[in-house]
Structure formats: C-alpha cells, structure tokens
C-alpha cells in the first residue's frame, strides 16, 4: 500500500504570512508530486506538480522536494484569505503502479485570517 | 474549453437501491478516472480507463461496482445495491495522451455527491 501521509491540520495562519504544508510519501520510487487545492464542496485543482529536488516557485507558491527523505511541502508566500481552502498531496506512483496513478493524502486544512 | 462534465450533482437514494453517475471528460483526453472521496480524505481512484479499456480497477468493490466506457468518450459508474459506507463524493477525472505520453494533470469534474440513507 502507499501512503501519503499530511498533517491534517487545521493550520491558521494571518494574512500576510507563510502558510507550510508538509506531505510525506512511502514509495521510494515515486517520481512525481502535486498539489491540489480544494475548496469547500468543490473538486480538486491541480496547483503545482514537481518532479525534481529542489524549489519550484510560481507566483505566491513554492513547492519543495527532497526525494532522500520522501518529503514534499508546499509555502504559501503572503497568504490571502482566499487561499484558505483543503490542500492535497499527491503522488503518482512509481514502478510497479498504473501509469497516470494518483495517490492522495487526507489533505490539510488551510485558514488565513484577515 | 469545456470541463469535466458530471451529472447528477446531488443524489440521496435508500440503502441495496441502485445508482448510476455519468461523466462527460474533456474533448479529446484519453484517460478518464473515477474517485471516491469520503468527508475528510483524500480521493481514491476507483477505475481508470485508457480510450474504453480498464487500466487499473484494483481499488473497485467489483461485487456491487462497476463502470464501463463503451466509446471511449462518456462513462458511467453505477453501485447495486449501495451500502451506507458509499456515501461521498464521486469525483470524474479526465487526462490527455499527446504523443502517445500521458500528460501529468488530470482536470476533476464538480463530482456528484451521494448519500445513502
């Protein structure tokens, strides 16, 4: 079974701050990493994917890798109320796994304050 | 572009009823998907179809679930009979194939939300 596993929050933060998502997976052969966003009773939005170690950063948000430890994360820079929302991690699954298969955490819950 | 189309939005049905959710993908992608998430989870994929054959159903209760795609464009889903624990929202899911390379994104549907009484 491969587990992604998040801390589920909820996690609070005031406008204007550094929101931080961490997502763990168990599948060392994993190669690819998403985030989603989803808002309260609607589908998931895909954010940000990342494939290498390292920082990716679009816009407000980075996300970071580090394969050796099996650990993505997300930073929300200058968090808006807006961005509150459920953020889900998810992996695609390495050899072994359906191609194109997806396997998310429970997510964490995100609230930024005004 | 057109989204992911689902339908129904809402459906409340009584437990060993039958219900059948239908799911339009974006024109042109392959690959389409069928989640299941329960309050409070993650989704969890159910079936995947490349074109109308199934990829990967390993996570579907075949005993009362089944899909089908039969040309490879729409797909329905149907539970006989439902059981309490399906309550959820079932999530559609469609990705595109270019250069016989499945691309990484998968565009969700609304879902349909059931709950079985």
């Known amino acids: 079974q491969k587990e992604v596993e998040q801390n589920s929050g909820p996690l609070s933060v005031p406008e204007g701050a550094i929101a931080s998502l961490n997502c763990t997976y168990s599948d060392r052969g994993s190669q690819s990493f998403f985030w989603y966003r989803q808002y309260s009773g609607k589908s998931p939005e895909l954010i940000m994917f990342i494939y290498s170690n390292g920082d990716k950063e679009d816009g407000r948000f980075t996300a970071q890798l580090n394969k050796a430890s099996q650990y993505v994360s997300l930073l929300i820079r200058d968090s808006q109320p807006s961005d509150s929302a459920t953020y889900l991690c998810?992996?695609?699954?390495?050899?072994?796994?359906?191609?194109?298969?997806?396997?998310f955490g429970r997510g964490t819950q995100l609230t930024v304050w005004p | 572009e057109a989204g992911v189309a689902q339908s129904p939005r809402y459906k409340i049905i009584e437990k060993r009823q039958s219900v059948a959710f239908w799911c339009n993908p974006i024109?042109?992608?392959?690959?389409l998907y069928w989640y299941q998430q329960i309050l409070g989870q993650g989704p969890k994929l159910l079936i995947q179809?490349?074109?109308?054959?199934?990829?990967?159903d390993s996570q579907l209760p075949k005993d009362r679930f089944s899909a089908e795609r039969l040309k490879g464009v729409d797909s329905t889903l149907k539970i006989q009979p439902a059981k309490l624990e399906d309550s959820a929202v079932y999530l559609c899911a469609s990705s595109l194939v270019r250069d016989r390379v499945m691309q990484e994104t998968q565009y969700f549907g609304p879902g349909t939300r059931l709950l079985v009484l």
């Open positions: 179809f490349q074109n109308n054959g199934v990829v990967d």
């Open positions: 998810a992996v695609r699954g390495g050899r072994g796994s359906t191609l194109g298969r997806l396997y």
């Open positions: 024109s042109g992608h392959a690959t």
